[in-house]
């Protein structure tokens, strides 16, 4: 039995690559994959059984992501938060304020289109242009 590791339950999968290696196993197995049609009921059941296939490697995927601080997003960030470092998740804020830049080098004018510029406040507390 090959041996499974979190790589692998992290990377989740596509319908269309699960098809791709199902029909190469079959293929090794000796069945005829090369002759079905693409409407055949052979590569029907192969789709089939590859979308089931997918959709839970990918639910495996976003529960192992949802494992790890680094990875977790969503309603799994707010379950490890709670589960593991027993606090709550607050939830975003939106605030507005004024940044001065400065061009001591004087090479503007300068464009800083919205997502650009970065500010961390003495507090700890960021902020991003829109």
Known sequence: MAEITVADLV?????????????????????PTDSWADDSVPKTLVRYFCKFYADNMNLI??????????????????ILASSFYKCVRKPADFARGVVRLTDAGNTGPHVYPARTVFVRTLSNRRFVNV
């Open 61 to 78: 995927a976003k529960i192992t992501n949802g494992g790890y601080l680094d990875s977790a997003e969503k309603e799994f960030l707010t």
């Open 11 to 31: 990377a989740g999968i596509t319908e269309q690559a699960a098809v791709t290696v199902f029909l190469g196993l079959l293929k090794l197995a000796r069945f």
